[in-house]
Structures are given as C-alpha cells and as structure tokens.
C-alpha cells in the first residue's frame, strides 16, 4: 500500500493528486528506483477510487520519467538518480573575447511564399474573435496609470497569472514573485546582466532567438546537447533548456535528468532558465509539470503568450530566485523596461473571462488532430524526433532531402524550416514542420508537396 491520501473535497482532480504524491515519495526517497508499485488495479481498490485514476497517474508520472512500466511485468520506479551518459559540453561561439562570433542560424524570411508552417504561428480559434475583441474595447476605456507603474507588471495580471501558473504549472506564486515580460526573449534579457560573468550553456539543437541573445550580450554560447543527460555544466552559469517540449527535437526531459541538471547546476553555481513556451499542449498526457517546482532557488522560468495567445501580444512572465528578482527589478525600476500596459491589461481580460482556456483547450484538440495528420504523411520518409506533442513536429532526414522537400513546399506557397539551421555543433538534419497557422486544406497541400518530393528519391 503506498502512503498516499486523497481528498475529494480540495478540488484537485484525483490523479493529478495522486501523481503529485508519488513524485513526493519519489523525491524524498521513499520510493526508490526500481521499487515496483501496486498495480493500477489493486491501487484503486485500495484508495478506494475508479481504475481511470489510478490509470491516469501512473501515465502521467510514466511520461514524465518517474516510472516505467515493463511488459509483463508492472510499473517501476526508474532511475531517477544521476548517473549515465555526461554530456561534454562544447564550446562554439564566443563573446566577449571576440574570438569567433557566428550568426545562430536565423532563415531569411521567404520571397513569394504564402504560408509559414513554422513553430511560432498557432492557431486562432475564429470562434473567439468576439471576446478577443471584447477585451481591446475593455482597454479603450480604462484608465492607464498615469506614470511609470510597477516594474513587475500591472498587479491585477500578476494574481491571474499566478492563478492559472498554479493550476496548469503545479507553481505555487505569490503574484509578487512574477515580474511581467515583454516576452521569453525579453525575459532573458532581463536576466543576463544580472548573472555572474561567463558563459551560457544553449541546448543544440536550440532555441534560436535565446542562443542570439546571450551573443548579444557578449556572453559565449556553450552548447548543451539536447536530448543527453547532462551532469556537468563546465563554466556555464546558466543553462538554457526547454524540458517541456524540447525545441525542436519535441522530447520532454525525463524526470532523472531534470534532476541530473539541477544536481549539475547546484555544483557549477549556475542557474537553470526554464524556457516553458507551450507545454500545455501535450494531447495524450497532462502537461508535464514545470521545472522550478523541484527548485525555485536555482530555476529562472520564463513564460509566454506567444503561444497561447498570439506571439505579436508580445507578453511574457519570469519568476527568479529571489536575488536575481531583486536585481532584475532594481535594473527595470531605473530603466522603465516592461510590458506595454494595454498589452497587458488586454491579456487580464482574456485571463479573467476564461478566454485563454477555451484558446488552449481548442487548439489543442486541432493539433492532436493535425499532428497525427503529418505523422501518417511523413513516417515512410523520414523518422520523428521526440513525442507528438506543441503545435509542430520535427523530422530527422538527409540534409539534402530536407532541402529537396522543403524547395517543393516553396514552389507550392509554403515556407518550411530546415532542422539544420536550429543546430550548431549537433549536425542534425530534417524539417521541422509546424501545424498551427495554415488551414486543414493548406497543410494536406503542403505535406502533398512535401511527400511527393521524398517519394521522388
Ligand atoms: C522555444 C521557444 N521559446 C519561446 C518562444 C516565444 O518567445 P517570445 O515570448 O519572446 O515571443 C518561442 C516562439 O516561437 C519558442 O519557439
């Protein structure tokens, strides 16, 4: 019997209590790695709930790495200790030296495309256009503060924020600790300044806009394999990583080497910046639960809605250990940068009228209904890199295949992105193909022009 107690009355589904159990039993070392569990039948007999529950936990915590299941055999506690492969971390742009400083791959914009089926489009759901103008005529007529307001944000949207991160997140917030962005890549620029001197560790392939601004701010890039546990983070005070949703290999950091990290950065005095950009759109599980929960002195996370929302509201959140908070305010207080109020006392609408919600939760259903879509076109060609998961996918294949698919899919209006230029030392090729800003008759075009190009191999 494990020592879980759930409580029908506290308003928290009951798998995701029981998960939340488990992880704490885990954590503390009450499980240990290998201990079986009961099965998802004798569990629900004994905690007295319906087999879905115990079903649903026990699916959750396996897609987040803290158990596996073995055929045949039941479900395990797996290894959630530090050990395995030490990824060696290497170095391959420089700042402030100026030694060798290279563009992280940035794709010039398309001439005559049409359609961009990137990773930064989602989808809008028509549906909500009236509330989405409802809140833009809440603006108009409100009151904006007359000066400089509060550095952190409009006070307002930071309770909503800390609501909704606390439900969706598993991040328990006192809205003071949330500082509002102008985005993810803002957030990061807030914090660089305030890190101790050296460089930043970027997972490779990375996110491109986080690699390119720690070059901005004459900090080196030390790549971070991204699909490796790491254990070692060399002289990097940061490391920059997306365990949600891996950006763009899709796969979500396992629970051991979550705390493999967090182990690393502990001794190299670094921080973890949590990059947290759409995990709530996982389909088959709920969203893995954020990174800072298992450390909020050593994660700096960084939230935004670009995803839900739209990327052009140009809103994002950051919650930092309180000495980095403190310095960043201090930084922002003097030189006013932030949010633009509309922006967010639009966002606080869309919060309040459970508008953000109905968005994510119709998204969702229209990627798990896409994603599938491109998985059937694209697995005779070319292999899947991580979990179907976000609003795009990502697809391993020779570089001179990708480029062949990615030409036929311009000369039909489509602009797609190549895998290589997210990579630096990794070397990896293939597409990645996102599904959130075309139609359901764009991306069958798409993928037609797509398949038939690797068909003609
Ligand atoms: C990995 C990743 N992080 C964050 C973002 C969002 O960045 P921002 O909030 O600066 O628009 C994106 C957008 O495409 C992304 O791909």
């Not at 909704?164 to 803002?186: M, Y």
């Not at 490796?228 to 990097?236: H, N, W």
Request: hydrophobic share 40%; with cysteine; net charge neutral.
């Amino acid at each position: 019997m494990l020592p879980v107690t759930l409580d029908r009355t506290c308003g928290e589904p009951l798998p995701a209590q029981l998960a939340g159990q488990v992880r704490t039993l885990v954590l503390s070392g009450t499980l240990g790695t290998g201990d079986r569990l009961p099965s998802s039948r004798a569990l629900a007999a004994d905690l007295g709930v319906s087999r879905a529950v115990t079903e649903q936990a026990y699916d959750q915590l396996t897609a987040e790495g803290w158990l596996e299941a073995r055929r045949g055999s039941g479900t395990y506690v797996a290894t959630t200790h530090p050990r395995g492969v030490t990824s060696r971390l290497t170095r391959v742009t420089s700042g402030p030296t100026g030694v060798t400083s290279r563009p992280t791959g940035a794709t010039p914009r398309p001439t005559g495309a049409t359609s961009r089926l990137d990773t930064g489009t989602p989808f809008f759901d028509p549906r909500l256009e009236s509330g989405w103008r409802r809140a833009w005529r809440e603006v108009s007529v409100a009151a904006p503060p007359r000066g400089y307001d509060d550095p952190r944000g409009l006070r307002e949207l930071r309770e909503a924020l800390a609501a909704r991160l606390g439900r969706t997140r598993g991040l328990d917030l006192h809205p003071d600790e949330i500082i509002v962005t102008a985005g993810t890549t803002d957030g990061l620029r807030a914090l660089l300044p305030e890190l101790r001197h050296g460089p930043v560790a970027v997972e490779d392939p990375g996110y491109r806009a986080a690699a390119e601004t720690v070059l901005t701010y004459s900090r080196e890039v030390i790549d971070l394999p991204a699909v490796e546990r790491v254990t070692d983070l060399g002289p990097a005070v940061a490391a920059y990583v997306t365990p949600a949703h891996q950006h763009p290999l899709g796969r979500v950091m396992p629970a051991a080497d979550r705390l493999a990290l967090l182990e690393a950065a502990r001794r190299a005095d670094a921080v973890v910046i949590e990059d947290d950009y759409d995990s709530e759109f996982r389909y088959d599980v709920a969203p893995v639960p954020a990174m800072a929960r298992l450390d909020r002195g050593r994660v700096v996370y960084l939230g935004t809605a670009a995803k839900s929302v739209v990327p052009t509201l140009r809103l994002g959140w950051l919650v930092a250990p309180p000495d980095l908070h403190e310095l960043i305010l201090r930084r922002r207080t003097i030189t006013h940068a932030g949010a633009a109020w509309p922006s967010q006392r639009a966002l606080l609408t869309l919060l309040r009228d459970g508008w953000l919600d109905r968005a994510v939760r119709s998204a969702r259903r229209v990627y798990a209904e896409r994603a599938p879509r491109v998985a059937e076109a694209m697995s005779p060609y070319a292999t899947l890199a991580g979990p179907l998961a976000g609003m795009y996918s990502t697809w391993l294949l020779p570089e001179t295949d990708a480029l062949r698919a990615r030409d036929a899919a311009r000369a039909a209006g489509f602009e797609i992105n190549l895998l290589s230029t997210y990579a630096r030392t990794s070397g990896l090729t293939g597409l990645v193909i996102g599904f959130g800003g075309v139609s359901d008759a764009e991306l069958d075009q798409a993928l037609a022009a797509i398949t038939g190009a690797l068909s003609d191999r």
